[in-house]
């Protein structure tokens, strides 16, 4: 089962003024400089192109897959495999700027574990209950805070 993250306008606004710094950071010099050639062009925008695929890879390709034996959470290049058996606990955070964190949205949930280098994981599934529901299913002695 394939939950997709909720993307809020919050996190929008975030990925929004990071496409634009990263913009000004790539092709703000070469309107600048006078004595730019092709080559700077070609390189800069070039690594404005790949920086901006980076970002919205990332950003907005969240998925949180249920196989038989673990959670998976992707995000662009960053992955989890959690075994339902290590997983402890969950509740909802508000907190997204700390820890581990695989969402794009202000309300999410924190997953607490053994198995990720932090001990818990934050993600933003679009339907919350439906997502809580399953995973109770795959892990019965989960404790759930509110």
């Known amino acids: 089962m394939i939950f997709r993250s909720k993307v809020d306008n919050f996190f929008v606004a975030i990925i929004s003024i990071l496409i634009l710094l990263i913009g ?24 404005f192109i ?20 673990f959670l998976f959470v992707r995000g ?4 989890s495999k959690i ?3 290590k997983i402890t606990m969950v509740s909802q955070t508000n907190d997204i700027f700390t820890g581990y964190r695989i969402l794009s949205s202000k309300q999410g949930l924190e997953i607490f574990n053994s198995s990720t280098i932090f001990g818990s994981v934050k993600i933003s599934p679009k339907n919350k209950k439906e997502f809580i529901d399953e995973l109770k299913k795959r892990c019965p002695n989960v404790h759930r805070q509110e």
């Open 24 to 47: 000004l950071g790539t092709l703000l010099p070469l309107f600048i400089d006078k004595n730019t050639d092709l080559i700077d062009v070609i390189v800069m925008s070039g690594l």
């Open 50 to 69: 790949f920086l901006e695929g980076i970002v919205v890879w990332t950003s907005f390709s969240i998925q949180y897959v249920f196989y038989d034996d």
């Open 76 to 79: 662009g290049p960053f992955r």
């Open 83 to 85: 075994p339902y058996q």
